[in-house]
T-cell receptor
Framework: KQEVTQIPAALSVPEGENLVLNCSFTDSAIYNLQWFRQDPGKGLTSLLLIQSSQREQTSGRLNASLDKSSGRSTLYIAASQPGDSATYLCATPREGGSEKLVFGKGTKLTVNP | ETGVTQSPTHLIKTRGQQVTLRCSSQSGHNTVSWYQQALGQGPQFIFQYYREEENGRGNFPPRFSGLQFPNYSSELNVNALELDDSALYLC????????????FGSGTRLTVV
């Protein structure tokens, strides 16, 4: 059974700081890993998707890495801004790609002006 | 692309009632999944449909049921509502090709009183 853990559960940083959010999974037979952003009471916005054959993906100030063998993924946010404040979730389906997404509980990020 | 649209955005129901939540996916998104997200938790998989047939189900009782229609819309029906059914319900869909990334709707907030 796949289990996804995100550490820390909450993080508060000053504006401009670079930060790393962590995601670990117990079953390395994953198809891909997706990072999402969720604003309070809202749906999920996809940020980055890393296929199992890739090691990282970048979009603007965001960089996500994937290490299947160690069961870890990180989301790096450069030069954080107050608008980055949200909950960040990682999720992964097992091999085959057709299976359900298993989510972590998320990391609630607060960027202070 | 028009994204994934869910309706209604908010709903209040009385315990024991029945509710239908709706989702409209993007053209070509033959796979649609529904998730339940309790406050402070990651989304939990309810079920998944592919070309109008259920092809995966999470740990939810039979009173949670669904339908998918040829026009890329879908429904989540919940009978005999319980207080614990209060949550954010999310619809997600994807194309049938690599990288199999999911697009989520903005969710329906259901409150059972």
């Amino acid at each position: 059974k796949q289990e996804v853990t995100q550490i820390p559960a909450a993080l508060s940083v000053p504006e401009g700081e670079n930060l790393v959010l962590n995601c670990s999974f117990t079953d390395s037979a994953i198809y891909n890993l997706q990072w999402f952003r969720q604003d309070p009471g809202k749906g999920l916005t996809s940020l980055l998707l890393i296929q199992s054959s890739q090691r990282e993906q970048t979009s603007g100030r965001l960089n996500a890495s994937l290490d299947k063998s160690s069961g870890r993924s990180t989301l790096y946010i450069a030069a954080s801004q107050p608008g980055d404040s949200a909950t960040y979730l990682c999720a992964t389906p097992r091999e085959g790609g057709s299976e359900k997404l298993v989510f972590g509980k998320g990391t609630k990020l607060t960027v202070n002006p | 692309e028009t994204g994934v649209t869910q309706s209604p955005t908010h709903l209040i129901k009385t315990r024991g009632q029945q509710v239908t939540l709706r989702c409209s996916s993007q053209s070509g998104h033959n796979t649609v999944s529904w998730y339940q997200q309790a406050l402070g938790q990651g989304p939990q998989f309810i079920f998944q449909y592919y070309r109008e047939e259920e092809n995966g189900r999470g740990n939810f009782p039979p009173r949670f049921s669904g339908l998918q229609f040829p026009n890329y819309s879908s429904e989540l029906n919940v009978n005999a509502l319980e207080l614990d059914d209060s949550a954010l319900y999310l619809c997600a869909s994807r194309l049938d090709r690599v990288p199999y990334g999911y697009t989520f709707g903005s969710g329906t907030r259901l409150t059972v009183v």
